[in-house]
């Protein structure tokens, strides 16, 4: 009985402490206002996701290209700050809240769980790049000592862009690729296209063509991987801010109008990635299916929310785990694609701006630090 004793004591302990969790929620009527954030908000984020591409796609309405870049690079911050500000910080709270027991405080299991994430992220990158490289990159062109090629795509199974519905050999495709910011690099980089319908083409430009469908291909793969991930990392997001609105108490109308501003931000900064993202032909309804899916989210969760209003206790033990567990997740997501995708890669190593002046880049660098800056202080209410 001594040795069972402390055990028993122990476990009594955790379960007094979950007891303390608040078993219900502060809902407290506002029926009319709270139906009517679903179908704001509905606006707002679909507005948000679905507008960049509308613009991308479309001959009718047009973004110009100072707005496109701005809405690109102020997507950019907001979604960095995303992660940590209105992810990150409220799953250390939600897995630290003393109702969970001391076990929960010894360890700061929200950055853990980020930092698994992250690397576990970065992993599944480094497979999928490797994997799309090796499924048809491997072109050798005899004594040439090019390494690089496709062992004929045919025979090892890996589609020719043609295949993908992209025509590399026009230039529209390779500046849609680039994005709405692409500009023409010069004759240089075109092929010579008498020589390409006669079928002469010289071996330094075979192996040029061949270096683009590479290059098409890899930057196509890589960025859907990018656009995937982030549509993943949000979407878990949106629906825990979306029940909260549901049931909360005092602080609706703050978080009503603070979250129209988070959707519509958050949108945004998804589909403008989403619009300089080149599918294949046979996968278009893919970029409207991810900002659509975008918009609906949130709106869903409120609408289920207000359903088990009565039921839903947002503070209580399971949920606050729930909460802290899949905000940590996400936020790990965020913070991978946000830092090394829409940061490193692009202002370091994407050729639009190698080949731009420093005054571009630096105003996309400030642009970024606005949509940062403006999304963290939304954090101070929401």
């Given at each position: 009985?001594?040795?069972?004793?402390?055990q028993?004591?122990?476990?009594?302990?955790?379960?007094?402490?979950?007891?303390?969790?608040?078993?219900?929620?502060?809902?407290n009527?506002?029926?009319?206002?709270?139906?009517?954030s679903i179908?704001?908000?509905?606006?707002?984020?679909?507005?948000?996701?679905?507008?960049?591409?509308?613009?991308?796609?479309?001959?009718?309405?047009r973004?110009p290209?100072?707005?496109?870049?701005?809405?690109k690079?102020?997507?950019?911050g907001?979604?960095?700050?995303?992660?940590?500000?209105?992810?990150?910080?409220?799953?250390?709270?939600?897995?630290?809240?003393?109702?969970?027991?001391?076990?929960?405080?010894e360890?700061?299991?929200?950055?853990?769980?980020c930092?698994?994430?992250?690397f576990?992220?970065?992993?599944?990158?480094?497979?999928?790049?490797?994997?799309f490289?090796?499924?048809?990159?491997?072109?050798?062109?005899?004594?040439s000592?090019?390494?690089?090629?496709?062992?004929?795509?045919?025979?090892?199974?890996?589609?020719?862009?043609?295949?993908?519905?992209?025509?590399?050999?026009?230039?529209?495709?390779?500046?849609?690729?680039?994005?709405?910011?692409?500009?023409?690099?010069?004759?240089?980089?075109?092929?010579d296209?008498?020589?390409?319908?006669?079928?002469?083409?010289?071996c330094?430009?075979?192996?040029?063509l061949d270096?683009?469908?590479?290059?098409e291909?890899?930057?196509?793969?890589?960025?859907?991987?990018?656009?995937?991930?982030?549509?993943?990392?949000?979407?878990?997001?949106?629906?825990?801010i979306?029940?909260?609105?549901?049931?909360?108490?005092?602080?609706?109308?703050t978080?009503?109008?603070?979250?129209?501003f988070?959707?519509?931000?958050?949108?945004?900064?998804?589909g403008?990635?989403i619009?300089?993202?080149?599918f294949p032909a046979?996968?278009?309804?893919?970029?409207?299916?991810?900002g659509?899916?975008?918009?609906?989210?949130?709106?869903?969760?409120?609408?289920?929310g207000?359903?088990?209003?009565?039921t839903?206790?947002?503070?209580?033990a399971?949920?606050?785990?729930?909460?802290?567990?899949?905000?940590?997740?996400?936020?790990?997501?965020?913070?991978?694609?946000?830092?090394?995708?829409?940061?490193?890669?692009?202002?370091?190593?994407?050729?639009?701006?190698?080949?731009?002046?420093?005054?571009?880049?630096?105003?996309?660098y400030?642009?970024?630090?606005?949509?940062?800056?403006?999304?963290?202080?939304?954090?101070?209410?929401?």
């Amino acid at each position: 009985m001594d040795v069972i004793s402390p055990q028993s004591s122990g476990f009594s302990e955790i379960l007094r402490a979950r007891d303390s969790c608040t078993p219900g929620n502060d809902f407290n009527g506002m029926m009319g206002a709270r139906i009517s954030s679903i179908f704001v908000i509905l606006l707002g984020g679909s507005f948000g996701a679905l507008f960049p591409i509308i613009s991308s796609r479309s001959t009718w309405i047009r973004m110009p290209p100072y707005a496109y870049f701005a809405a690109k690079y102020f997507g950019s911050g907001v979604i960095i700050a995303t992660a940590l500000i209105h992810l990150l910080q409220p799953a250390n709270e939600a897995l630290s809240d003393p109702c969970l027991g001391d076990q929960w405080a010894e360890y700061p299991y929200a950055f853990g769980i980020c930092l698994f994430v992250m690397f576990l992220t970065f992993l599944l990158d480094i497979v999928s790049t490797r994997y799309f490289e090796q499924m048809g990159i491997v072109h050798d062109h005899g004594p040439s000592g090019l390494g690089i090629g496709h062992n004929h795509a045919h025979e090892m199974g890996q589609p020719h862009l043609h295949d993908l519905g992209i025509d590399v050999e026009s230039e529209a495709a390779v500046s849609a690729s680039f994005g709405p910011d692409h500009t023409d690099r010069g004759s240089g980089d075109t092929m010579d296209k008498t020589n390409l319908d006669q079928g002469q083409m010289p071996c330094s430009e075979g192996e040029d063509l061949d270096l683009l469908k590479h290059s098409e291909y890899k930057s196509m793969m890589s960025q859907i991987g990018s656009i995937l991930f982030l549509e993943f990392g949000i979407i878990f997001h949106s629906v825990f801010i979306g029940l909260t609105l549901a049931v909360s108490g005092e602080e609706f109308k703050t978080l009503y109008i603070v979250l129209v501003f988070h959707q519509t931000f958050e949108g945004l900064g998804l589909g403008t990635r989403i619009s300089t993202c080149q599918f294949p032909a046979d996968k278009a309804w893919v970029p409207w299916a991810l900002g659509v899916g975008f918009g609906l989210t949130t709106p869903i969760a409120i609408a289920i929310g207000l359903g088990v209003r009565q039921t839903y206790p947002p503070n209580s033990a399971i949920n606050l785990i729930t909460n802290g567990i899949f905000d940590s997740v996400s936020s790990g997501i965020l913070l991978y694609v946000g830092l090394v995708e829409l940061m490193a890669k692009e202002f370091l190593h994407s050729q639009d701006f190698q080949q731009a002046s420093l005054k571009k880049v630096l105003t996309a660098y400030a642009i970024m630090c606005l949509g940062a800056g403006l999304m963290a202080l939304l954090g101070r209410w929401a």
